[in-house]
């Protein structure tokens, strides 16, 4: 299962592949040539920090550095996560209460299952794959949010003014907000197998595992992947949504925070 090597001059040839895009990014006028640039630097750089990081991590098989690499990530998911919030008061908190639960509580019934040891090579790598997808379906539940309450702020003023209170005015918007959010993973699973061989069961068979125990292991990811992605959206939508309120039941539009 180890025969599977990439040399680093394999690797510095394999990046030719991306001057493609550049190419078309040049003659097409695109104006990404410096951001594909600087996004590919920045992702090697992250990626070998990272990988020394985890290599001396899984060595020493600590669970007080287990778990605090696993908070990191999770972290660092919320703030990206809140970027997309624009203006919501404690967007940074919320998003990390809503990773932080949907990922504790995934990796938990995963552990409790026996599906997964409570191992660093595993619970790492697992916190980073559904903390990440949970991260892009919060930042969709705050740009829908957003978007709802700017293009529907006058009904909700007039609910609100009959006597509605701020949960039953905004109760249609959150729940399209949570079905926005939701709607890639949905969309994303739905391929998986016709048009889509996904990275885990597309790596474990490139190591050498055998393709039906490596299904196996893609149809948990699958379940993983609902399970935190539908908490974190849960907790994020309910709560991010109180924040277009003030305590007297009026709406307060946040304002565009600029770049």
């Given at each position: 299962m180890n025969?599977?090597?990439?040399?680093?001059?394999?690797?510095?040839?394999?990046a030719l592949m991306v001057t493609i895009t550049l190419i078309i990014s040049y003659y097409q006028k695109l104006r990404l040539n410096k951001e594909i640039i600087w996004s590919i630097f920045r992702a090697i750089v992250q990626l070998i920090i990272i990988g020394f990081a985890l290599r001396f991590i899984f060595k020493v098989n600590n669970l007080f550095l287990t778990i605090l690499m696993m908070i990191f990530i999770v972290v660092n998911a919320a703030y990206n996560g809140k970027k997309?919030?624009?203006?919501?008061?404690?967007?940074?908190?919320?998003?990390?209460?809503g990773l932080f639960c949907g990922t504790a509580i995934t990796v938990s019934l995963m552990l409790l299952t026996k599906v997964m040891k409570p191992a660093p090579f595993q619970t790492i790598p697992v916190t980073g794959m559904i903390a990440g997808n949970a991260m892009a379906a919060v930042g969709l539940v705050y740009s829908n949010l957003n978007q709802s309450f700017r293009e529907n702020s006058e009904k909700i003023e007039e609910m609100l003014a009959l006597g509605a209170s701020p949960k039953l005015a905004a109760g249609e918007?959150?729940?399209?907000?949570?079905?926005?959010?939701?709607?890639?993973?949905?969309?994303?699973?739905?391929?998986?197998?016709?048009?889509?061989?996904p990275g885990m069961m597309s790596g474990l068979?490139?190591?050498?595992?055998?393709?039906?125990?490596?299904?196996?292991y893609q149809i948990?990811?699958?379940?993983?992947?609902?399970?935190?992605t539908g908490i974190s959206t849960s907790i994020t939508g309910f709560w991010a949504y109180?924040?277009?309120f003030d305590q007297n039941w009026r709406l307060t539009i946040p304002k565009v925070e600029k770049k």
């Amino acid at each position: 299962m180890n025969n599977l090597k990439i040399s680093n001059l394999s690797l510095a040839l394999a990046a030719l592949m991306v001057t493609i895009t550049l190419i078309i990014s040049y003659y097409q006028k695109l104006r990404l040539n410096k951001e594909i640039i600087w996004s590919i630097f920045r992702a090697i750089v992250q990626l070998i920090i990272i990988g020394f990081a985890l290599r001396f991590i899984f060595k020493v098989n600590n669970l007080f550095l287990t778990i605090l690499m696993m908070i990191f990530i999770v972290v660092n998911a919320a703030y990206n996560g809140k970027k997309r919030a624009h203006g919501i008061n404690h967007a940074f908190l919320i998003s990390f209460v809503g990773l932080f639960c949907g990922t504790a509580i995934t990796v938990s019934l995963m552990l409790l299952t026996k599906v997964m040891k409570p191992a660093p090579f595993q619970t790492i790598p697992v916190t980073g794959m559904i903390a990440g997808n949970a991260m892009a379906a919060v930042g969709l539940v705050y740009s829908n949010l957003n978007q709802s309450f700017r293009e529907n702020s006058e009904k909700i003023e007039e609910m609100l003014a009959l006597g509605a209170s701020p949960k039953l005015a905004a109760g249609e918007i959150v729940r399209q907000a949570l079905h926005f959010g939701l709607q890639p993973t949905i969309d994303s699973v739905r391929m998986y197998g016709l048009v889509q061989l996904p990275g885990m069961m597309s790596g474990l068979i490139m190591a050498g595992f055998d393709p039906v125990e490596a299904i196996k292991y893609q149809i948990l990811v699958v379940f993983m992947l609902f399970c935190s992605t539908g908490i974190s959206t849960s907790i994020t939508g309910f709560w991010a949504y109180r924040q277009y309120f003030d305590q007297n039941w009026r709406l307060t539009i946040p304002k565009v925070e600029k770049k």
